[in-house]
């Protein structure tokens, strides 16, 4: 499949690493095709991929991962151009974290979400969040963190939702069973609320390799 990533920081490299390896046609896009970043991740995976700008980054993909900071996450996908996004799958991975006064903190929360946003923006394009409730190197390998444990996707488009789903699964590793769909993209608010939560964690236990696993019981 051909596959944009847009963004190049560790979160972009790794996924797009991990896609170069198993075969797919791999476009990242950045705001400068040539810029450090992109030319040393090109470097890393022997030239089997390309860089490029985000708007033919966007174009060249039949399905684009936002992997973009999401504090710029809408300025970047203004770039990548609706026209390019239109009838895509459209999986956005980013949060909307920004530092303040030395903390990490949300720039958007409870009424709306940085999914909600992307998709009232780009109507057109095919919005499922996904993979931002753990860390990247968890993300393309889930055996780091042992035994089952949860991703949460949401989305308004069900065809969508499900063909990420299953992708995530065979791509990554990750068990069917183990992907919940949230619901709609409003869904998208819990998953990124999580994040400070996921921050505190991350500070006790020492490392960034861990997830959470749901223990359901019977329904009342």
Known sequence: MKIAILGTGIVGNTIATKLVQIGHQVAMGSRDAKGAAAQEWLRSVGGKGQSATFADAAAFGEMVFNCTNGA????????????????????????PLEFSNGALTLTISNTDSLGEQIQREFPDAKVVKALNTVNCAVMINPSLAPGDHQLFISGNDPAAKSQVAADISQWFGWKRENIIDLGDITGARAAEMYLPFWLRLMNVLGTPNFNVCLAVGPKS
């Open 72 to 95: 710029n996450s809408l300025a970047a996908l203004r770039l990548a151009g609706a026209s390019n996004l239109r009838g895509k799958i459209l999986v956005d991975v980013a949060n």
